[in-house]
């Protein structure tokens, strides 16, 4: 079965920072992976997803995530920190045999402080 | 155009009642999704409807149901309440259901006392 697992519940960046989320699958190779982010008292947003075509995923809001199968990670950067970025962020993997049923991970709050 | 919708956005509740949350997908959207956010953790999915027929099932008791109305509206029922269903129930809405593209709702708070 897919699982993805978050590291760190928590990220604290000063603005203008690099910001590094982490997130490692289970060892099957996954079809498709997501990061998603959920400001305040909102839904979720499609950050960006990776579809086997590239490793390097551009998504919004200039962040981008790199698929590596040896580490079986899919690390969530973005170069310069903005105030806006403060979010939960959230890695996600579709359910084995199902299309849009995603098994998510814990989530990461990011905080980025001036 | 609208996004998904979903109604109420907060609603209390006590132990053993009852309760409906509704969601209306984008227009023309055919599928939709229901997740449960706890309070700390990532969503974890309850149900998936298209064309007014089940199409998944996540891991969760018989106290969940769902349906899907022929306009492509949603309800997740909940009977007998615990303090445990505490939770953000998120509703999702894609155009089929054979994609990987969806879009969440706001949510609907839901609090069990």
């Known amino acids: 079965a897919q699982s993805v697992t978050q590291l760190g519940s928590h990220v604290s960046v000063s603005e203008g920072a690099l910001v590094l989320l982490r997130c490692n699958y289970s060892?099957?190779?996954?079809?498709?992976l997501f990061w998603y982010v959920q400001y305040p008292n909102q839904g979720l947003q499609l950050l960006l997803k990776?579809?086997?075509?590239?490793?390097l995923v551009k998504g919004i809001n200039g962040f981008e995530a790199e698929f590596k199968k040896s580490e079986t990670s899919f690390h969530l950067t973005k170069p310069s920190a903005h105030m806006s970025d403060a979010a939960e962020y959230f890695c996600?993997?579709?359910?084995?045999?199902?299309?849009?049923?995603?098994?998510f991970g814990a989530g990461t709050r990011l905080a980025v402080h001036p | 155009d609208a996004g998904v919708t979903q109604s109420p956005t907060h609603l209390i509740k006590t132990r053993g009642q009852h309760v409906t949350l509704r969601c209306s997908p984008i227009s023309g959207h055919k599928s939709v999704s229901w997740y449960q956010q706890v309070l700390g953790q990532g969503p974890q999915f309850i149900f998936q409807y298209y064309e007014k027929e089940e199409r998944g099932r996540g891991n969760f008791p018989d106290r969940f149901s769902a349906r899907q109305f022929p306009n492509y509206s949603s309800e997740l029922n909940v009977n007998a309440l615990l303090l445990g269903d505490s939770a953000l129930y998120l509703c999702?809405?894609?155009?089929?259901?054979?994609?990987?593209?969806?879009?969440f709702g706001p949510g609907t708070r839901l609090t069990v006392t």
């Open positions: 060892s099957s190779v996954p079809p498709y």
């Open positions: 999702a809405s894609s155009l089929r259901v054979q994609t990987y593209e969806q879009y």
């Open positions: 996600a993997v579709p359910i084995s045999g199902g299309y849009n049923k995603l098994i």
């Open positions: 990776y579809t086997s075509a590239a490793t």
